[in-house]
Antibody
Framework: EVQLVESGGGLVQPGGSLTLSCVASGFSVGDYAMLWVRQAPGKGLEWVSGLSWDGSERGYADSVKGRFTMSRDNAKNSLYLQMDSLRPEDTGFYYC??????????????WGQGALVTVSS | EIVLTQSPVTLSLSPGERATLSCRASQTVYTYLAWYQQKPGQAPRLLIYDTSNRATGIPARFSGGGSGTDFTLTINSLEPEDFAVYYCQQRRNWPLTFGGGTTVEIK
């Protein structure tokens, strides 16, 4: 059974940093594209970042480029999102998701339960 | 960036009725369009990929169609568990984008 479990969310002040983790089971993160998608409270879905199966493609939404860094540890079957220079508009649920394909331009066939990030003073 | 516009924003229907949701793209996405269902407090769930292919475990009452810029998600004979928010998403190119969502509510 495929499962994705995020952790690391919480309350952080504007300008602060936070790292989200996502542990996968039931498949290998190195075999598929992996992505992060966020959702502000009461709002729609926004793609944040993506990483292809072999690491050759890596991309970020313009809204987070230069501030967020996505990485993967195949040995730990885990995904990470390092978030720096956080802003109030970064507040929301962050979902780790498995791509259906190996490339980053994919749809997402499994999602974690989400980690809540709140950026506020 | 490809913009996806979903309509209507809200659809009020009764159990047993048919729901037809629309997603329009600002440029062609060929057939690279997916649909997701999200219930309150839950993560989204993939329903349909590449316009018309049902994801694993998705009931046959869900069907998708269209091509190019105009797509539809049809839910035949709504079940109580189908009342939720539905999003479309394109994978034609970077960045991946989602529509704003359609809420299917109980009339």
């Amino acid at each position: 059974e495929v499962q994705l479990v995020e952790s690391g969310g919480g309350l952080v002040q504007p300008g602060g940093s936070l790292t989200l983790s996502c542990v996968a089971s039931g498949f290998s993160v190195g075999d598929y594209a992996m992505l992060w998608v966020r959702q502000a409270p009461g709002k729609g879905l926004e793609w944040v970042s993506g990483l292809s199966w072999d690491g050759s493609e890596r991309g970020y939404a313009d809204s987070v480029k230069g501030r967020f860094t996505m990485s993967r540890d195949n040995a730990k079957n885990s995904l990470y999102l390092q978030m720096d220079s956080l802003r109030p508009e970064d507040t929301g649920f962050y979902y780790c998701a498995k791509g259906r394909l190996v490339v980053v331009v994919t749809d997402l066939d499994y999602w974690g339960q989400g980690a809540l990030v709140t950026v506020s003073s | 960036e490809i913009v996806l516009t979903q309509s209507p924003v809200t659809l009020s229907l009764s159990p047993g009725e048919r729901a037809t949701l629309s997603c329009r793209a600002s440029q062609t996405v060929y057939t690279y369009l997916a649909w997701y269902q999200q219930k309150p407090g839950q993560a989204p769930r993939l329903l349909i990929y590449d316009t018309s292919n049902r994801a694993t475990g998705i009931p046959a009452r869900f069907s998708g169609g269209g091509s190019g810029t105009d797509f539809t998600l049809t839910i035949n004979s709504l079940e109580p568990e189908d009342f939720a928010v539905y999003y479309c998403q394109q994978r034609r190119n970077w960045p991946l984008t989602f529509g704003g969502g359609t809420t299917v509510e109980i009339k």
